[in-house]
């Protein structure tokens, strides 16, 4: 399987805990984001990575967000002290540069997280 | 800030006829339009890109461009009950942004 991966695919955690999902982009691409998509909207722009540098991050992301991509390979999202309205599903994508328009995401599974 | 907007549906079509769905932009800045098919409890999948003004065929599937008013189009010719899915119109300009709509939910009636 050469797509996007992501893991775990479901997390269930009380609130206050942390977590952390991974995400395995496609080997060739080196730009990687971070969306998150709650029932019923569009997926909404978290962070982006081109190979390990973190680029742009979402002014509506709370500092208990982090994200990171050493060696520029995969990528790791934490949330710290969740709360219940982080409850959504985090999506993924990778996508390669090949031309100043030419360029699509592919999207992993997605890792839903539920927080009680 | 950046909007995209969709016609949330659902739209319903009979099996075998035109689904044609809709987005506008706010950002005239934009340079590339993505149609993403979002089935229930899964990822995007892109169905298909355009840059340029115009219409762009790719099979049952037929994007429509129009940079001057700001609108992107989607057509599914002969529209299937697995064509029933929600449909995300995603935007970006020359930066690393993309701009996704909150998608238009379609079901084809058998």
């Known amino acids: 399987d050469t797509g996007v991966s992501q893991n775990p695919r479901h997390k269930i955690t009380k609130r206050g805990q942390n977590v952390t999902f991974r995400c395995d982009p496609i080997?060739?691409?080196?730009?990687l984001y971070w969306y998150r998509q709650t029932l019923g909207q569009g997926p909404e722009f978290l962070t982006y990575?081109?190979?390990?540098?973190?680029?742009?991050k979402s002014r509506l992301l709370s500092d208990r967000f982090s994200a990171e991509r050493p060696k520029g390979s995969f990528s790791t999202l934490e949330i710290q002290r969740t709360e219940q309205g982080d409850s959504a599903m985090y999506l993924c994508?990778?996508?390669?540069?090949?031309?100043?328009?030419?360029?699509?995401?592919?999207f992993g599974p997605g890792t839903r997280l539920l927080v009680l | 800030q950046k909007e995209v907007e969709q016609n949330s549906g659902p739209l319903s079509v009979p099996e075998g006829a035109i689904a044609s769905l809709n987005c506008t932009y706010s950002?005239?800045?934009?340079?590339?339009f993505f149609w993403y098919r979002q089935y229930s409890g899964k990822s995007p999948e892109l169905i298909m890109f355009?840059?340029?003004?115009g219409d762009k065929e790719d099979g049952r599937f037929t994007a429509q461009l129009n940079k001057a008013s700001q609108y992107v189009s989607l057509l599914i010719r002969d529209s299937q009950p697995s064509d029933s899915a929600t449909y995300l119109c995603?935007?970006?300009?020359?930066?690393?942004?993309?701009?996704f709509g909150p998608g238009t939910r379609l079901s084809v009636l058998p």
């Open positions: 994508a990778s996508s390669r540069r090949v031309g100043p328009l030419q360029e699509t995401q592919y």
């Open positions: 080997s060739e691409h080196n730009r």
């Open positions: 990575f081109q190979n390990e540098a973190q680029l742009e």
């Open positions: 950002d005239r800045g934009s340079q590339s």
């Open positions: 355009i840059y340029s003004n």
């Open positions: 995603a935007v970006k300009d020359y930066g690393q942004n993309f701009v």
